[in-house]
Structures are given as structure tokens and as C-alpha cells.
């Protein structure tokens, strides 16, 4: 709402006010306010967000020793740590988008509709699991229904919004100028942003398994997309990269520093040793965003760079389960694959910083698709 602001420059007009509510239209100036914004709300309110769960007994399930006894010698500690902190990160991105992002922006709408949505669908799966005092929550299928109903939605949201529609059929490809489909149907694209939302949700979800980790390779990529959208909304920008424009992309650099905010922010109390997850609530919505922020930039395909790590932590699960069933031999010691370099023999502050390192180089190269066309 802050946005509306730099109309109070005709009030002062010609004075140093003046120039200083001006600096309200600018997206970027607003992109780093909500940035500061939700770090600040995520860090000083985290601490009763933490007492609160703490007193309602929302603690995190860890797995029985007859599952994984040996990964449960490593983190057995961890039973009872409170969850749900995705609460935290999530609010504090709804709160510093709304109070910063232009609220005419249809975009702006449907990034935080997707937050609210896997957001509510991740508490109450972190609800079952606390409750039922066991790692499994929403059965596979419901949740996969779920996620399919979003997609469902994100992709109607996209085909019957005028401004939207032409830009939703093209599919474009990283070092490619121009698009490599130009009439995508709806239901094509159903089953793109599906893939595309479901499985980013997905990936952020597995990695949310050793403290800070998720969080921290969300602020790389949140960042990225912050730039990725921003270059997408501004004219002269997009056409001299030869990227596709977008009017209302540019606003969404807006929802994704807030997201790096409140990622930083929560990471604060998430980081070894953590004094709360974000479960579900928080690792779910943080997928969706990614996917979604993807989709109205037209960058679904550099998300497989940027978000490297989440793509490898998936990657891993689906090998170790896929080699099982067809030789009955684990590829990884344990996956997702953070777990196997814990059996190896890393401590886990060293897992999480080393794949911290991997999101910055992934969002770096990310970065530099934009001038390789």
C-alpha cells in the first residue's frame, strides 16, 4: 500500500518531500523495503512465534530408530523442536508484500493466493503429523490432489486474464532468443504448470531435512527471481537481453525480496542448531512461489538451474527409489541426498553450508543465462 505514496509529491511539489515520497513508485526501492521489511518482521517476531509453539506442543515427529536407526543417532536430538515455523516465514512474506507491492498487480495476487494456499495445506499437514506423533501426514494422493487443484487454478488464472493469455501459451528455453512453442494449449500448459508447481513444492519440501538448509538456498533463488522479473517488467531492459517482456512482471521483484527477507529472517532462528522448522507450512508455499514466479517471467526452465540444489535433493529421491525397485541396490547411502553426505561423514553445519555454496553458484549461472542468447 506504500505505493501510493508518490502521490503526495503534488502536495510538496517542488520541495525535498517531494523527491522523497517519489521514491515510492520505484520498484526497486520497494523490492529492497520489503526485503528489510520481512527480515525484520521474521527476526524480531520469531522468538514468540517459537514460545507459542513451544507451549502449544507443536514439536517436530522424527523418525522411529527402527526406520533409520543411524540417522536418528544424528538427529534424535531434534524430537520435540517445534514446527510450523513456515508460519513465520510465510506471514512475513504476506505482511511485507501487502504493504509494499502495487495491489492493481494481478500478478501480485496470484503469488500471494499461491502462498496461502500451500501455506494452509502444509499447516494442516504439519497439524497430522503433530497430533498423530508420526512423520506421515496428508496421504500422498490427497496432497497430491491438492497441488493439482492449485495448478488447475494458477493455470486458468493465467489463460482468462486478457493481458495475460498470449504470454501464457509461449514456452521459452534458456540461451534460446526467441519461444520454442508459441501455442500452448490449456491443457498443455495445465500439465507444465503442474510440473512446474508441484514439483518445485516438492523439492523445497525434501531439502527442508537438515537446519537452515532449505531456508538458506531460498534466499539465492529468491534473489534471482527478484532479478528475473524485474529485467522481464522493464522495457528497454528486456529488449536489449532479448527476454520476454512483461508489464506486470516487473512488481513481482517485489514478492521475491520479500521472500529472501523472510528467509534470511527466519533462517536466524533456523540455523544450526535450530530452535524451529518451518515444515511444511513454510517449504511448500516457499516451491510454489519459485514455480510461480517462473511461470510469469518465463523463466520455468532456468528454475532448474536457479533452484539446482532443490532439483538434486528430488533428483536423488527418485534415483535411490527407482533403483531399488528395479535391482533392489541403493544408489545413496540414504536420500534425499543431504542424508547420504551425513552417513559419509560430514557434520551437518557442513552439509548445509557447502549446499549453500551450490545454490549461490546455481543462482550465478542462473544470472548469466540472461546474456547467453
Given amino acids: ?150 495448478a488447475l487454478m494458477v493455470t486458468l488464472f493465467f489463460f482468462l486474464t486478457p493481458s495475460l493469455s498470449a504470454q501464457a501459451r509461449e514456452v521459452y528455453f534458456p540461451f534460446l532468443k526467441g519461444p520454442i512453442i508459441t501455442h500452448l494449449g490449456v491443457f498443455s500448459a495445465f500439465i507444465f504448470y503442474l510440473f512446474i508447481i508441484v514439483g518445485t513444492s516438492n523439492a523445497v519440501n525434501i531439502t527442508d531435512g537438515l537446519d537452515g538448509l532449505a531456508a538458506g538456498c531460498t534466499v539465492m533463488a529468491a534473489v534471482t527471481y527478484a532479478v528475473f522479473t524485474y529485467v522481464a517488467g522493464n522495457l528497454k531492459i528486456a529488449t536489449y537481453l532479448q527476454i520476454p517482456h512483461n508489464p506486470f512482471s516487473g512488481e513481482l521483484a517485489v514478492v521475491s525480496m520479500a521472500l529472501a527477507g523472510a528467509s534470511l529472517g527466519f533462517l536466524w532462528w533456523n540455523c544450526y542448531p535450530a530452535r524451529v522448522f518451518m515444515g511444511d507450512t513454510g517449504s511448500l508455499p516457499i516451491g510454489g512461489i519459485l514455480g510461480v514466479l517462473a511461470i510469469s517471467c518465463k523463466q520455468e526452465f532456468s528454475l532448474v538451474i536457479v533452484g539446482g540444489v532443490f532439483v538434486c535433493e528430488i533428483v536423488s529421491v527418485i534415483l535411490q527409489v527407482a533403483s531399488f525397485k528395479l535391482t533392489g541396490r541403493r544408489i545413496f547411502k540414504m536420500s534425499p541426498i543431504h542424508h547420504h553426505f551425513e552417513l559419509s561423514g560430514w557434520q551437518e553445519s557442513t552439509v548445509t553450508v557447502r549446499f549453500w555454496i551450490m545454490a549461490i553458484m546455481f543462482g550465478i549461472i542462473g544470472l548469466a543465462t540472461l546474456k547467453m542468447r
Fill in 1 to 150: 500500500m506504500l505505493y501510493y505514496l508518490f502521490q503526495l509529491t503534488d502536495l510538496w511539489h517542488g520541495t525535498a518531500m517531494a523527491k522523497t515520497f517519489h521514491v515510492f513508485q520505484y520498484i526497486s526501492f520497494r523490492a529492497m523495503g520489503a526485503g528489510l521489511t520481512a527480515f525484520l518482521i521474521s527476526l524480531f517476531f520469531g522468538k514468540k512465534v517459537i514460545v507459542r509453539l513451544i507451549q502449544l506442543k507443536i514439536g517436530q515427529p522424527i523418525r522411529s530408530a527402527e526406520e533409520v536407526h543411524r540417522l536418528n543417532e544424528l538427529h534424535g536430538s531434534k524430537q520435540g523442536t517445534p514446527t510450523m515455523g513456515g508460519i513465520l516465514l510465510i506471514g512475513s512474506v504476506l505482511l511485507s508484500s501487502l504493504l509494499w507491492a502495487r495491489p492493481t498487480n494481478p500478478l501480485v495476487w496470484i503469488l500471494l493466493f499461491t502462498a496461502t494456499y500451500l501455506g494452509a495445506l502444509g499447516f494442516y499437514d504439519d497439524y497430522l503429523k503433530v497430533t498423530q506423533k508420526k512423520s506421515a501426514g496428508i496421504k500422498s494422493r490427497h496432497k497430491f490432489g491438492l497441488q493439482c487443484l492449485l
